[in-house]
């Protein structure tokens, strides 16, 4: 995603200026006439910018040194005013910055940003000037996801709102790997992926605290996470909290199927049952069963929220959510506990 210099969104990672030792660069010929080295000189010659960080200027100033494309910042300056951690990486000679769950590596020279566990460039590179280093301003935008803009000879940076709300019913959960996530409003390249960290809240919603082993798919969650996401398909952005809304007890190894209803009946105790033929959401999920639907079984959309009525009609996209409970009949049937009406433009 290559926005202009005025970009928005919501914190990822932040910029910050720091020592990398001495330059070892020999002085060019010129210099040798004025006591400066090379690295002086261009930043004497660089045009110089005020930093404005929410109305208030920092001490450090922004750079654009003859050739380059656009102002640099200090990235310490930047990061630490914005209330992220930075640590110097000796090994890779790269500075980690970190706030919450959100990371990203700036190494000097190296155009080639993380965003949210996945690469990115800006088409310029972090330089080091005067011992310091810098980051180009589009990095305040694209990375750090901040409001920035030039103004002149001022840099303007406007802390974004850091969170949003969202609902959703869980379909995938991610739990095995190295960067554990949950996918809510959709299957494949649908819906949105929450990347979880070590500081993500789980909890119920009268407070109870959970883990993510406690959650399962079927569930409707309200995930607080960040104001960005990915261009991936599905989107990804970093969660902070997910809430579990469900009241009803959910049993024990949910299973789900995806699919089109393919056939509705009524039982001889006037329960309704339909015939789901798709797709299973797990490895002990079933590709094809009938759900038995009591009344106290939710009908929703992808949000959670109640479907519309007359939803559950042949031909209808559902994903059908249902206990381990089965007959040994083939389709299987078993009974669900909640039913997701997929919205045409999921399909």
Known sequence: MKTPLKTSAVLLTLSLALSTGAVSA???????????????????????????????????????PSGVKEPLVPLRAVAEALGFTLTWNQSTKSADLTKGNIFTTVKSGEDRYTVNKMFTTLGAAPQTLGNKLFVPASFVG?????????????????????????????????????YPAIQIKGTGTSGLVLNIGEDT???????????????????????????????SLPPQTPAYQITVLDSAQQP???????????????????????????????????SEIILRLPADTAIVNESGEPAQAGAIVKGAKVIGFYGPMLTRSLPAIGTAWKIVVVTPQQQ
């Open 26 to 64: 020999a002085p060019a010929a010129s210099s040798l006439n004025t006591g400066k080295t090379p690295q002086a000189a261009t930043i004497s010659a660089a045009k110089t910018f005020v930093i404005e960080l929410n109305g208030s200027a920092i001490a450090d100033q922004g750079l654009q």
């Open 142 to 178: 694209e990375v750090l996801q901040q409001t920035i803009s030039v103004e002149g000879q001022k840099i303007v940076i406007t802390s974004a709102v850091e969170h949003q709300k969202e609902n959703g019913v869980i379909t995938a959960i991610f739990a095995d790997g190295k």
């Open 201 to 231: 809240v789980f909890q119920k919603a009268d407070g109870t605290k959970l883990t993510l082993s406690d959650l399962q798919i079927g569930m409707t969650i309200e995930a607080e996470h960040a104001m960005f996401a990915t261009m």
């Open 252 to 286: 024990e190894g949910l299973l789900g199927t995806e699919g089109t209803i393919e056939d509705i009946t009524t039982s001889q105790d006037g329960t309704q049952m339909i015939r789901i033929n798709g797709t299973g959401l797990t490895e002990t999920s079933q």
